[in-house]
């Protein structure tokens, strides 16, 4: 079975700050894996994927992520946050077809 | 519409009553995946449909739950009797390949 913790269930940061939210995950194969975004009343948006190849993988408004087999992580990252960053971020596995998300880290950006 | 879609938005129901949440799909999108996320937590992955197959629901609590999809397009997922700890959003997502793409979700309040 997979799973996934994300270590942190809130990360408050300043406008401007760097932040790095973080995620774990457990699996006995090959791993496939997502972080999503989710605003209030809304459904998921895909932020970035790692399916192979580079471990560092950017994606939308400025996220990026690593993947560290060794450490079986797959890190969070932006330089510099926004206000508009406000949000639930939601770390995932893809085992056969479905996801296994993790708990959700909400992010406050504060001005 | 360009994304999923599901209807309806929000749903009160009284104990005991039977309740139909419907998703429209990304057209083209063979395959369809419901999800339960309650209060404060992470998606749970509850069924999944490739066409008008249900190829997997492991992750239905009861039997209570039904799930259909008869033409490989619109799916409605389909809860009889509801208790209390049926409340929850349940979010609809498709996909082509490896990505699933997210609708707003239906908020479920079972009074």
């Known amino acids: 079975a997979q799973s996934v913790t994300q270590l942190d269930s809130q990360v408050p940061v300043f406008e401007e700050a760097p932040v790095e939210l973080r995620c774990n995950y457990s699996?006995?194969?090959?791993?496939?894996l997502f972080w999503y975004v989710q605003y209030p009343n809304q459904g998921l948006q895909l932020l970035l994927k790692?399916?192979?190849?580079?471990?560092l993988v950017k994606g939308i408004n400025g996220f990026e992520a690593e993947f560290n087999k060794s450490q079986t992580s797959f890190h969070l990252r932006k330089p510099s946050v926004h206000i508009s960053d406000t949000a639930e971020y939601f770390c995932?596995?893809?085992?056969?077809?479905?996801?296994?998300f993790g708990s959700g880290t909400q992010l406050t950006v504060l001005p | 519409g360009a994304g999923v879609s599901q209807s309806p938005r929000y749903k009160v129901a009284k104990r005991g009553q039977d309740v139909a949440l419907r998703c429209d799909p990304i057209s083209g999108h063979v395959s369809l995946f419901w999800y339960q996320q309650a209060l404060g937590q992470g998606p749970e992955f509850l069924t999944y449909f490739q066409n008008e197959a249900q190829l997997d629901k492991s992750g239905l609590p009861s039997d209570r739950f039904f799930a259909e999809r008869p033409e490989g397009s619109v799916s409605t997922l389909k809860i009889q009797r509801t208790q209390q700890e049926d409340s929850a959003v349940y979010l609809c997502a498709t996909s082509v390949t490896d990505t699933q793409y997210f609708g707003p979700g239906t908020r479920l309040t079972v009074l």
């Open positions: 699996s006995s194969v090959s791993v496939y």
């Open positions: 995932a596995v893809r085992s056969a077809r479905q996801l296994t």
């Open positions: 790692y399916l192979s190849g580079s471990t």
